[in-house]
């Protein structure tokens, strides 16, 4: 009945966020639905395409989720189910709801630009520049630490290559994962080029989702690890540069069906539970102060929980693809601020899973937080090695494994986006307008060739610092991002009082934690037992944390020339 309860409590909590706190935050800034978006004004058939609220809400929710709400509140169970139930609803409503909705607001308001442009107009083209290289550094994580999951996920650990019949687990999620790229094309082709309803499409591609799911139950796709680095390499690339409603919207329009699939589930599986008695929450309250597997409540816990709270690619991902595809201002608080209050929710239901079988996992009896979260689910249905249990589970680690690929494609193009917005200069409106070596590394196939080359790499190793450093690096952006808006938002004359707490509260966190862990890292050298990854963390570390104390100060500058006017 715990369980029950926690999820009730969080939802009734989030709805009435939602209602009070985001209508509020429109008032504020001005929400006007009568005044035209980017992707109206600006419509090019590629990258700004208007788009019907459901499609838009199913790509920023796909792009934003990945497997972030589900590792994170997992992972930071260990301090007990009330300091991440707190942080979940606190962050999501008063934090992450608030970065999202603005990020996404002030981009429409820049021409659908990414948070650099927002900087570059309340603090200048150095902040702006400085800010483009701490993201692409981001990206990097992001598209490494994701082809890692991903490729994980689908790769035989015998070989092989070709169909198999009598699949195992990866190979039944890679056979659907791949139907499922040809399934959105299609989707995308329908709806786009023959003018099929989003209703009538919408059926059509529920019932291809069955049928591809049927398919890959029955047969899988064999590939090794490298031929999967490979293909996942070549894949997003192609992504990033064709059309989005070739690929980009309609596939996370789909797969957004099966994340609310998943979480209808899930709430099923814990009414059932609670009223059957048949699975028992055991995380404890709270664990107390002391550290916990080494780590402090404080940041550990800011840190961990991460996209179930708030987190800075979400910011990314309003600024570089959401806002270009935003038909109409009013919109954007379901798009921003309901997305991440939906987030929320999935990041109550992962702790709420991993309650149900929280033993097991502090035993180390599960390959991953999300195989801990189909387990915990599965669960509440019936006992493990049943029938029910074993396909609620391969359905559920099928749903996290299309979700890391949404974050992959949205994520390299989002690189895109800022490689070129980088090597530009004032009044070069494209690549095509640049000069001499600038123009050829400006070129969307060239920057995009690049990152995905850095990231499939350090992807490939394998490097467990890689998530780890993930974490703070993408907490420390969602700092900035509250910075940049605020900033502007004081520019224009619009009340930013509101950002002030949760940006400084970020940036605190967030900085201390990379702070300590180059500490860490700089210890393990002085001992002699520092790794390859230890020499990468603390590099990567003490990068991140010199260009956020250069943003910080542009930041407080222009806060304080504000504040003097």
Same mark, same amino acid.
């Given at each position: 009945?715990?369980?029950?309860?926690?999820?009730?409590?969080?939802?009734?909590?989030?709805?009435?966020?939602?209602?009070?706190?985001?209508?509020?935050?429109?008032?504020?800034?001005?929400?006007?639905?009568?005044?035209?978006?980017?992707?109206?004004?600006?419509?090019?058939?590629?990258?700004?395409?208007?788009?019907?609220?459901?499609?838009?809400?199913?790509?920023?929710?796909?792009?934003?989720?990945?497997?972030?709400?589900?590792?994170?509140?997992?992972?930071?169970?260990?301090?007990?189910?009330?300091?991440?139930?707190?942080?979940?609803?606190?962050?999501?409503?008063?934090?992450?709801?608030?970065?999202?909705?603005?990020?996404?607001?002030?981009?429409?308001?820049?021409?659908?630009?990414?948070?650099?442009?927002?900087?570059?107009?309340?603090?200048?083209?150095?902040?702006?520049?400085?800010?483009?290289?701490?993201?692409? #550094?981001?990206?990097? /994580?992001?598209? +490494?630490?994701?082809?890692?999951? *991903? !490729? @994980?996920?689908?790769?035989? %650990?015998?070989? &092989?290559?070709?169909?198999?019949?009598?699949?195992?687990?990866?190979?039944?999620?890679?056979?659907?994962?791949?139907?499922?790229?040809?399934?959105?094309?299609?989707?995308?082709?329908?709806?786009?080029?023959?003018?099929?309803?989003?209703?009538?499409?919408?059926?059509?591609?529920?019932?291809?989702?069955?049928?591809?799911?049927?398919?890959?139950?029955?047969?899988?796709?064999?590939?090794?690890?490298?031929?999967?680095?490979?293909?996942?390499?070549?894949?997003?690339?192609?992504?990033?540069?064709?059309?989005?409603?070739?690929?980009?919207?309609?596939?996370?329009? #789909?797969?957004?069906? /099966?994340?609310? +699939?998943?979480?209808?589930?899930? *709430? !099923? @599986?814990?009414?059932?539970? %609670?009223?059957? &008695?048949?699975?028992?929450?055991?995380?404890?309250?709270?664990?107390?102060?002391?550290?916990?597997?080494?780590?402090?409540?404080?940041?550990?816990?800011?840190?961990?929980?991460?996209?179930?709270?708030?987190?800075?690619?979400?910011?990314?991902?309003?600024?570089?693809?959401?806002?270009?595809?935003?038909?109409?201002?009013?919109?954007?608080?379901?798009?921003?601020?309901?997305?991440?209050?939906?987030?929320?929710?999935?990041?109550?239901?992962?702790?709420?899973?991993?309650?149900?079988?929280?033993?097991?996992?502090?035993?180390?009896?599960?390959?991953?937080?999300?195989?801990?979260?189909?387990?915990?689910? +599965?669960?509440?249905?019936?006992?493990?090695?049943?029938?029910?249990?074993?396909?609620?589970?391969?359905?559920?680690?099928?749903?996290?494994?299309?979700?890391?690929?949404?974050?992959?494609?949205?994520?390299?193009?989002?690189?895109?986006?800022?490689?070129?917005?980088?090597?530009?200069?004032?009044?070069?409106?494209?690549?095509?307008?640049?000069?001499?070596?600038?123009?050829?590394?400006?070129?969307?196939?060239?920057?995009?060739?690049?990152?995905?080359?850095?990231?499939?790499?350090?992807?490939?190793?394998?490097?467990?610092?890689?998530?780890?450093?993930?974490?703070?690096?993408?907490?420390?952006?969602?700092?900035?991002?509250?910075?940049?808006?605020?900033?502007?938002?004081?520019?224009?004359?619009?009340?930013?009082?509101?950002?002030?707490?949760?940006?400084?509260?970020?940036?605190?966190?967030?900085?201390?934690?990379?702070?300590?862990?180059?500490?860490?890292?700089?210890?393990?050298?002085?001992?002699?037992?520092?790794?390859?990854?230890?020499?990468?963390?603390?590099?990567?570390?003490?990068?991140?944390?010199?260009?956020?104390?250069?943003?910080?100060?542009?930041?407080?500058?222009?806060?304080?020339?504000?504040?003097?006017?």
């Amino acid at each position: 009945m715990t369980a029950l309860l926690i999820i009730l409590a969080a939802c009734a909590l989030l709805v009435i966020g939602y209602f009070t706190y985001g209508n509020w935050l429109c008032k504020e800034w001005g929400i006007d639905p009568n005044r035209k978006t980017p992707a109206i004004e600006m419509e090019d058939g590629v990258d700004y395409v208007a788009a019907k609220p459901a499609v838009l809400l199913g790509h920023h929710f796909s792009s934003i989720a990945g497997a972030g709400p589900i590792n994170g509140p997992i992972q930071a169970s260990i301090f007990g189910w009330v300091p991440v139930f707190i942080w979940c609803v606190v962050g999501g409503i008063f934090f992450g709801g608030l970065q999202d909705f603005g990020s996404l607001f002030a981009s429409v308001r820049h021409g659908g630009k990414s948070v650099g442009e927002i900087i570059k107009t309340s603090m200048g083209k150095r902040a702006q520049k400085l800010f483009i290289i701490f993201a692409l #550094l981001v990206l990097i /994580l992001v598209i +490494a630490s994701f082809v890692n999951v *991903v !490729a @994980g996920t689908f790769f035989t %650990a015998d070989g &092989g290559f070709g169909i198999a019949a009598g699949p195992t687990g990866n190979q039944t999620t890679a056979m659907i994962s791949l139907l499922f790229i040809v399934l959105a094309i299609i989707y995308g082709y329908i709806t786009t080029k023959c003018g099929i309803k989003t209703l009538p499409a919408t059926i059509l591609g529920i019932i291809g989702i069955v049928l591809i799911t049927v398919i890959g139950l029955n047969f899988g796709f064999v590939m090794g690890r490298t031929g999967w680095i490979v293909f996942i390499g070549a894949y997003i690339t192609i992504a990033s540069l064709v059309p989005v409603w070739i690929l980009l919207q309609p596939r996370d329009y #789909l797969s957004s069906f /099966l994340l609310y +699939a998943m979480m209808i589930l899930a *709430v !099923a @599986g814990i009414a059932i539970a %609670a009223i059957a &008695g048949t699975a028992t929450f055991s995380i404890p309250a709270f664990t107390g102060w002391s550290p916990k597997a080494g780590q402090y409540l404080f940041p550990t816990l800011f840190i961990t929980v991460a996209c179930g709270a708030c987190s800075g690619f979400h910011s990314l991902i309003a600024t570089g693809t959401s806002a270009k595809q935003l038909a109409n201002e009013k919109d954007a608080k379901v798009i921003g601020y309901g997305s991440m209050l939906i987030e929320s929710a999935l990041g109550i239901i992962s702790l709420i899973a991993v309650g149900m079988v929280f033993q097991k996992y502090l035993d180390g009896g599960f390959g991953s937080p999300a195989a801990a979260f189909a387990a915990g689910i +599965a669960t509440m249905f019936n006992v493990e090695g049943s029938a029910v249990y074993n396909t609620i589970y391969a359905l559920l680690t099928l749903a996290v494994s299309v979700f890391a690929l949404t974050s992959l494609d949205s994520g390299t193009r989002l690189s895109r986006y800022l490689f070129s917005e980088l090597l530009l200069q004032e009044g070069e409106a494209t690549w095509k307008d640049a000069k001499g070596a600038r123009k050829f590394f400006a070129h969307p196939m060239v920057g995009t060739l690049i990152m995905v080359l850095i990231g499939c790499i350090l992807g490939g190793l394998s490097l467990s610092q890689i998530w780890g450093l993930f974490g703070a690096a993408n907490q420390l952006l969602a700092g900035i991002a509250l910075m940049a808006v605020a900033a502007w938002l004081g520019n224009i004359g619009k009340n930013n009082k509101m950002f002030i707490f949760p940006m400084i509260f970020m940036l605190v966190a967030t900085i201390s934690s990379l702070v300590m862990t180059v500490i860490n890292k700089i210890k393990a050298v002085g001992a002699g037992t520092a790794a390859w990854g230890d020499w990468f963390q603390m590099l990567f570390a003490a990068a991140m944390v010199i260009l956020a104390m250069f943003l910080v100060v542009e930041g407080f500058t222009t806060f304080k020339k504000q504040m003097k006017k």
